[in-house]
């Protein structure tokens, strides 16, 4: 059972416009969340991160939002470049009960960013 | 300096045979995982190292997965007679914090791809 959902395999945006990549997880222990981007045949790469404690994170064109309530988060690029095309994994991790904090990923959203 | 790096990049290994995979982490980051990523999912935790301790080997798909940081730094991750199911990426991240402490941000390797034949 996947605790952590990528509904939208794919997404595809203009440049200059906002794109919005959605997640959604279920165990509510998760106090951590975490967005990477991944081209082909590179290691994921950390993007920007979002503490339980947190509504909101923002670093640059990238804004993290956290919905506790609804266990749903999201990545909004704004505005989206051509550069930006890449896969992006949604993550989480828990710390309570001695967890090691490894992260537990979704399926990732293809984003393609149109000139 | 430089970020983590992994070796081989590539590798293609025949059903049964043995394959060892490196993860050289970066310099004094005390936590090291080890993911594993089939084709069109994200990756899956495998096993998780503080300094040279194995804390965590639960995500190991069987008996055949063995997983060693034998002085805290360079890690392998060996595969014994492998199936064709092994085939896949598989990612080395390392962290500086002890992994039950935030920040949580892992710094991923480039992979190694395991094709099994």
């Known amino acids: 059972d996947q605790q952590v959902k990528q509904n939208s395999p794919s997404l595809s945006v203009q440049e200059g416009r906002i794109s919005i990549l959605n997640c959604d997880y279920t165990?509510?222990?998760?106090?951590?969340f975490l967005w990477y981007k991944k081209y082909p045949a590179e290691g994921p790469t950390f993007l920007i991160s979002i503490s339980s404690i947190k509504d909101k994170n923002e670093d640059g064109r990238f804004t993290v939002f956290l919905n506790k309530s609804a266990k749903h988060l999201s990545l909004h690029i704004v505005p989206s470049q051509p550069g930006d095309s890449a896969v992006y994994f949604c993550a989480a991790s828990r710390a309570l009960g001695g967890s090691q904090g490894n992260l537990i990923f979704g399926k990732g959203t293809k984003l393609s960013v149109k000139p | 300096g430089a970020g983590v790096s992994q070796s081989p990049r590539y590798k293609v290994a025949k059903r049964g045979q043995d394959v060892a995979l490196r993860c050289d982490p970066i310099?004094?980051?005390?936590?090291l995982f080890w993911y594993q990523q089939a084709l069109g999912q994200g990756p899956e935790f495998l096993t998780y190292f503080q300094n040279e301790a194995q804390l965590d080997k639960s995500g190991l798909p069987s008996d055949r997965f063995f997983a060693e940081r034998p002085e805290g730094s360079v890690s392998t991750l060996k595969i014994q007679r492998t199936q064709q199911e092994d085939s896949a990426v598989y990612l080395c991240a390392s962290s500086y914090p002890p992994g039950d402490r935030a920040p949580y941000e892992q710094y991923f390797g480039p992979g190694t791809r395991l094709t099994v034949t």
């Open positions: 165990n509510s222990m998760f106090d951590y």
């Open positions: 310099s004094g980051h005390v936590s």
